[in-house]
């Protein structure tokens, strides 16, 4: 039994769909669970409909005409026959959009965003498990959300773990075997019925739920990139495919920063000792790297990178030291406003945190901290992480670079840094 991943970029057109669906056909002899992503780009243009739909400064509709379109291409690439029932199938999800959009927007914005935004999943599955089974490959497409059971907190739900990993246990192995499973990844629903998503980038994370439940001995991610390398090649000319990689380091990894596996996947997996594979859909014959557990540590020192950082300063009015009191409050508003603290650093009388700049987050939390604190703010700034550092590393990185604040550890070191001439 396996569980199978493929995002965004793996089924962006008609020709990655057939390509996504080469590789399921060659694995049907196993029992495979097939988890799906929005199509390319669709997840952030959804987000663009539901902004303008709750904002009122744009109109939805045509935006939402644009991604109708783009799905509308590629069925009439994938179907000679414009009759088949899939074209009816996924105009009608849009036409559940379409309702929404009719509407004022009277309900909360994650609400609605989460009701919108999961189509691009939904859509993405159908088609891809309409076509597998247009190619002779037996194919049975579920709806996630009778599975992935969550809280109520839209736009980054909690899972009920007891209760989805019950339901995926008891009945989803009788229907495997059959036929190839093929479902979404991101979304789940409350006990109400109502749609959530799991949080951006969040279908690595339903693909371990499912794993999880089933108790698999193996899921892959197929992406377009050979595996887990030690850089992101947006910024090394070279960079080094890791064959295999301990959970731990998986988990370090992609907590600082690494975009390959979102962070919530690996945990679920460690727990069950299902091993990951990372491979790449445009040579699915490659083996990638295998997330398990092993002794082995990276090989190579592996280096994150993020951009557009800034470092947010806070001090009791009153020059008060910083105790739990305060802290606790600045954490509870760090989670209200749902900004991820990448790095932090106090002393006596000040706490400093290095969050992403995500614009608006952002200034309501600065609001919000002002009621309280001297706050000052610094923008424009890059956080280095490299797991297994060595001072030749740090050279490497720190050409024409000031550090501003360095944390480290025996593993890991933080660094953020400006460029020496601003
Ligand atoms: N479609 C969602 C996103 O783009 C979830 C995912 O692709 O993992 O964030």
């Not at 899939?86 to 609400?111: A, C, G, K, T």
Request: net charge negative; aromatic share 10%.
């Amino acid at each position: 039994m396996q569980v199978f991943k493929f995002g965004g970029a793996s089924v962006k057109n008609a020709e990655n769909i057939k390509n996504a669906t080469a590789i399921i056909s060659s694995y049907t002899s196993s029992e495979l669970l097939v988890v799906v992503s929005a199509i390319h780009k669709t997840t952030n243009k959804l987000e663009e409909i539901t902004q303008a739909f709750v904002n009122q400064d744009a109109d939805p509709f045509t935006l939402l005409a644009a991604v109708k379109k783009d799905h509308f291409d590629i069925l009439t690439q994938l179907f000679d026959d414009h009759n088949h029932p899939i074209f009816n199938e996924i105009n009608n999800n849009f036409v559940e959009i379409e309702w929404i959009l009719e509407e004022e927007p009277q309900d909360p914005y994650d609400f609605l965003y989460d009701q919108i935004v999961s189509q691009g999943e939904l859509v993405s599955s159908k088609i891809l498990a309409a076509y597998a089974q247009h190619i002779g490959i037996p194919t049975k497409w579920i709806d996630a959300r009778d599975y992935i059971q969550t809280d109520n907190r839209y736009r980054e739900a909690t899972v009920n773990w007891d209760l989805t990993e019950d339901k995926i246990g008891r009945e989803i192995p009788p229907i495997l075997g059959e036929k190839v499973i093929i479902t979404q990844g991101f979304i789940g629903s409350t006990s109400e019925n109502f749609t959530t998503t799991l949080g951006r980038e969040g279908s690595d994370y339903s693909a371990a739920i499912f794993a999880a439940g089933l108790n698999v001995a193996d899921i892959t991610i197929w992406k377009d990139v050979p595996g887990v390398l030690n850089a992101d090649p947006k910024w090394f000319e070279k960079t080094e495919l890791i064959p295999e990689l301990s959970y731990t380091d998986a988990i370090e990894l992609t907590y600082y920063g690494a975009t390959v596996i979102h962070p919530k996947t690996i945990k679920p997996l460690q727990n069950k000792n299902i091993t990951l594979n990372v491979r790449s859909f445009l040579n699915p014959d490659q083996p990638g790297t295998k997330i398990r557990t092993t002794n082995q540590t990276l090989p190579v020192p592996s280096f994150i990178f993020k951009v557009d950082q800034i470092l947010i300063s806070i001090q009791p009015r009153d020059f008060s030291f910083i105790v739990e009191d305060n802290l606790s409050h600045i954490f509870n508003l760090f989670h209200q406003h749902r900004i991820k603290n990448n790095m932090m650093h106090n002393t006596a009388i000040r706490f400093s945190v290095v969050v992403d700049n995500t614009g608006e987050n952002v200034d309501s939390l600065l609001a919000d901290l002002e009621k309280r604190y001297k706050v000052t703010v610094e923008s424009g700034l890059e956080l280095i992480t490299i797991r297994y550092y060595n001072q030749e590393t740090i050279d490497r990185v720190l050409v024409n670079k000031e550090i501003i604040r360095e944390l480290k550890d025996s593993y890991t070191c933080q660094m953020l840094v400006k460029n020496k001439d601003e």
